[in-house]
């Protein structure tokens, strides 16, 4: 490729020895100089991995809840506040949103990138919203794919496993001239459920798991200017927890559209943006008699499209004080029978400012703040009975978002970091306008609804950080604070209902905020690599204090951090490389939980999950250069609490060949 | 004699220590594909020594050794050729020249000659980018660290893209 200097991250990696990131501040910062706590994982240890998904690289890291619910949901958290649909992590692929605004949730199975086609996945730890806007509430998860190349090549692989687990992916790189060049990655994932026992509800029937996803981009870089077309489509079946923790089979499919230019500039670069995100999402498949195919005539039908234009200017005051100025515009629309109306949508402005500045020789100051400005709104046939008036969808909403840091450098490795901020969870589309029926022994109809009313939900952070270098070791050490005000949560057990006269009576319970939450906690973390064996190790201590609605049967609301999250996680990881072989293996530490779910009673309940270690392994052998026989498994010792779910884990092994050309 | 031996080999010893460790090379290879325009194919790169200078010229021997037959730096590849202070007239043939350590006295001939030729100079001498006598400065130890001199680049018409120059200090 020719001239255009933008972000090459493989490039400035090599050059500054470590893994380089834009995603804390919006400016290249090296990952040792951050003004917040994160997590870097490079293309490297991402192929090393037993793991076979990006949940499964995180839940190594300290700091980092990885809950798989069933065989194809999981939900990352950030320093507590587990629950299913985890609203409160931002997740972006190069710049574009993932997350899904329907249900404000991160679906891993449907994020359309192939693992091959990685090159590093970004993790932020605390709210990053003065960046990124709402949803970073708890932190951000930045995956960034391979930049194309002047070179062709091809990463791909095949693996086949045990439950029926099958997987193949790859991407392709080709040049199409000395400017443009294209890039292709598919993937296909089948594997089966794990054993949902009684007394666990379960649905009628379980489907397997089922993942797949087509992408290409095209990129031109001329002169200082790079121009990228992206598209996509991914689809996914799988059974998941709702928020009320009950358990269902849903079908996603989404496509994406997107553009982007970079023009990089004497005095820094400038950055345009726009996407398009299309979901369709079916909620509660059923089997279809006599064919037992899996059905949606009767699922619950959403339609989500995000429309996003942005763009930022990142200016170098002087030779190391920099500024960043962004602008941002959003569409979110929500279409189901499902709801108050037709159509509930709403747009938002954003406007952003940060600053990095070294007033002295060892200190970095960095301040960054966002206004966003919502405006909700519904439209089309207004679904009766209704239990709202109209006017209450036509709602504005400003809020003010900001993190500061500030970076002391003690000696020639040693920072000390102290930085906080306030994010916001915006409430996902169905908080506002979420409108079912639910079958009771009532002979009162009973609803579950949004409220149009609910607000966005402010998260506080604060944290002090040491880290040091010495030799070949690393360590880093973090205390942290995080308090949640006005935690929304999906009714559960024991509704909490109010009556409506429509004139007919009925009862509705509400989608609310119900209460609020403080976790805290210490995070360590050593690393190392002495010849050919590396080694990593992390801890995490986290407390949570909550004052929320009672957890004790028959519970309103699926929502007790401090229940469901681990108060301890410990990981060690291993890994030697001897050139033509290496192995990694990796030991998990959980803490024992409980984690709602609900009974074929039906009833929800807390459910004990036993505290865990799991052993995950991987060994390699490269027969040639560019092809690696491998074998790998998760959870070899066959701990039940090794997913934090009620479902107890499985084994899962597998084995596979990878392609690097 | 043996005393007078001993001597020079400290004086070997301390003197790189002084001026700045060895060039990293394999970071000053990448350094030049961050120049603007990016560097394509072929580049020749001068390494600027001091014939009779022992610490200059065990530089130089440490530099060709490291970059052996070439070193790839993104688009480019990187071969060295090494250019005597008597010949700095010809440092407007190479894109990019490793000053060595030892040269303090030269260095403000060796920023004309870079300057007449628009190269940039790379070293690990820190005060030479100190003094804006050379764009940039490498130190490897504890850590990669990269220093530009901002007149020196003026003055060399040098550029870096952006992305490269919020990653090291500017001075």
């Not at chain 1, 940060?354 to 919502?374: K, Q």
């Not at chain 1, 306008?433 to 002979?443: A, D, E, F």
């Not at chain 1, 293996?585 to 270690?613: D, H, K, M």
Request: net charge positive.
């Amino acid at each position: 490729m020719a001239a255009a200097q933008t972000v090459d991250y493989s490039a400035l990696a090599e050059l500054m020895g470590e893994p380089v990131t834009t995603s804390v501040i919006g400016k290249p910062q090296r990952a040792s100089e951050l003004p917040a706590s994160a997590v870097i994982i490079t293309r490297e240890q991402i192929a090393r991995s037993p793991a076979r998904d990006i949940p499964g690289l995180l839940q190594t890291y300290s700091g980092i809840d990885v809950n798989r619910w069933t065989a194809g949901q999981s939900d990352v958290a950030v320093r507590g506040g587990v629950q299913t649909y985890n609203a409160r992590l931002l997740v972006l692929v190069d710049g574009r949103q993932v997350y899904l605004d329907h249900y404000g949730m991160t679906n891993w199975n449907l994020l359309g990138v192939a693992l091959e086609d990685i090159q590093q996945i970004e993790l932020i730890r605390g709210p990053a919203s003065a960046l990124f806007g709402f949803n970073a509430a708890s932190g951000v998860v930045n995956i960034i794919t391979r930049r194309s190349s002047d070179k062709a090549s091809l990463t791909a692989s095949a693996e086949l496993g045990g439950h029926d687990y099958s997987r193949v992916a790859g991407a392709l790189q080709l040049p199409i001239s000395e400017q443009i060049g294209v890039k292709l990655s598919a993937g296909r994932l089948r594997e089966d459920e794990r054993a949902i026992r009684a007394p666990l509800l379960a649905p009628e029937m379980v489907p397997d798991v089922q993942s797949d996803h087509v992408a290409g981009s095209v990129t031109g870089r001329f002169d200082q200017t790079e121009v990228t077309l992206d598209g996509g489509y991914a689809e996914n079946r799988q059974a998941e927890y709702l928020p009320s923790q009950y358990i269902s089979n849903q079908h996603y499919r989404i496509g994406h559209a997107s553009a982007g230019l970079k023009h990089d500039t004497d005095w820094g670069g400038l950055s345009f943006g726009a996407y398009a995100n299309w979901l369709r999402a079916d909620y509660g498949l059923s089997e279809a008699a006599p064919t037992r195919d899996v059905d949606n005539t009767a699922a619950t039908k959403f339609a989500n499209r995000i429309i996003v234009a942005q763009g930022s200017a990142l200016i170098r005051l002087d030779g190391n004080n920099t500024l960043r100025v962004g602008a941002e515009y959003r569409n979110n629309r929500l279409r189901s029978p499902a709801q108050f109306s037709q159509t509930v949508s709403y747009d938002v402005g954003s406007a952003n400012l940060m600053a990095d500045l070294h007033p002295a020789e060892a200190i970095t100051v960095t301040l960054a703040g966002r206004l966003d400005r919502l405006s909700l709104s519904q439209s089309g046939v207004i679904v009766q009975p209704a239990f709202d008036a109209p006017s209450a969808f036509d709602r504005d909403l400003t809020r003010f978002s900001f993190n500061a840091a500030t970076v002391i450098r003690m000696g020639e490795t040693g920072q000390l970091r102290l930085n906080g901020g306030r994010g916001y969870q915006l409430p996902p589309l169905a908080d506002f306008g979420l409108r079912i029926p639910i079958q009771t022994p009532s002979p009162v109809p009973v609803f579950i609804a949004g409220r149009p009313e609910t607000r966005p939900v402010p998260v506080w952070s604060a944290e002090v950080g040491y880290n040091r270098a010495i030799g070949e070791v690393r360590l880093e050490t973090t205390a942290f604070w995080t308090r949640t005000e006005d935690a929304i949560a999906t009714p559960g057990d024991g509704l909490q209902l109010d009556l409506v006269l429509t004139p007919a009576p009925l009862l509705v319970s509400r989608i609310r905020a119900v209460g609020s939450y403080t976790t805290y906690g210490a995070e360590a973390a050593v690393s190392g690599r002495y010849g050919p064996l590396s080694w990593r190790a992390n801890y995490r201590y986290t407390h949570t204090d909550q004052t929320l609605p009672p957890i004790t049967a028959p519970a309103p609301f699926a929502l007790s951090p401090k229940s469901t999250t681990p108060r301890h996680k410990a990981n060690l990881e291993l890994g030697y490389d001897a050139g033509r072989w290496y192995a990694t293996a990796i030991g998990r530490y959980t803490s024992s939980t409980r984690q709602f779910a609900f009974t074929t009673a039906p009833q929800l309940l807390l459910t004990p999950v036993n505290e865990a270690v799991a052993l995950d392994a991987r060994a390699g052998f490269k027969v040639h250069p560019g092809l690696e026989l491998f074998a790998a498994g998760e959870n070899l010792t066959l701990a039940g609490g090794a997913a934090v779910s009620p479902i107890p884990a499985d084994r899962r092994v597998r084995g596979g060949l990878r392609v690097s050309l | 004699m043996r005393k007078r031996n001993l001597l020079g080999g400290l004086l070997l010893l301390a003197l790189p220590w002084q001026a700045g460790a060895e060039l990293n090379v394999q970071v000053a290879a990448r350094v030049v594909s961050f120049l603007q325009p990016p560097p394509n194919g072929a580049v020749q790169a001068a390494i600027v020594f001091q014939p009779g200078n022992a610490v200059s010229e065990a530089d130089a021997t440490s530099i060709e050794r490291a970059i052996g037959g070439g070193v790839a730096a993104g688009r480019a590849s990187i071969r060295t050729r090494r250019v005597p202070i008597s010949s700095l007239g010809t440092l407007g043939n190479y894109r990019a020249a490793f000053v060595t350590a030892g040269l303090r006295d030269e260095q403000p001939g060796i920023a004309a000659a870079a300057a007449r030729g628009s190269v940039v100079t790379i070293t690990s001498d820190q005060a030479c980018v100190q003094a804006a006598r050379c764009v940039v400065g490498i130190s490897s130890t504890p850590r990669v660290q990269i220093t530009v001199s901002r007149a020196a680049a003026r003055a060399a018409n040098v550029r870096f893209g952006s992305a490269f120059l919020m990653l090291v200090k500017e001075i």
